[in-house]
């Protein structure tokens, strides 16, 4: 639905929606840091207050969205990549309903 609405490809929507809950999963949870904690891995040498601060909160989290969002554009760059400028050549029909892929026709 999301790649004919904004006309894009479905692997684009695929990777545009990798990237919504990516995000998604970052604003919600701290399971990571959780369980550091649990297995009594040492503190980053931040006092108490400077770790329950706002500011290291946002920055903390901010810093994650964007690295989720830059590692997920640098996933879609093959999609942008004009076809005759491609390295690797296209694959045909035959190969793809070989390998399982769907295609479109």
């Given at each position: ?74 996933g879609c760059f093959p999609l942008f ?15 793809a309903e070989g390998s399982g ?5």
């Open positions: 639905w999301l790649g004919a609405a904004f006309g894009i490809t479905t692997l684009a929507a695929a990777a545009l929606g990798n990237m919504v809950g990516d995000t998604a999963g970052i604003w919600l949870g701290g399971t990571v840091e959780a369980l550091a904690v649990r297995l009594g891995l040492p503190d980053p040498g931040m006092t108490r207050d400077q770790l329950r601060s706002a500011m290291a909160g946002m920055w903390k989290t901010a810093g994650s969205v964007c690295g989720i969002i830059l590692g997920c554009l640098l990549w004009p076809k005759e400028w491609r390295l690797w050549p296209e694959r045909s029909e035959e190969g892929l769907v295609t479109q026709r």
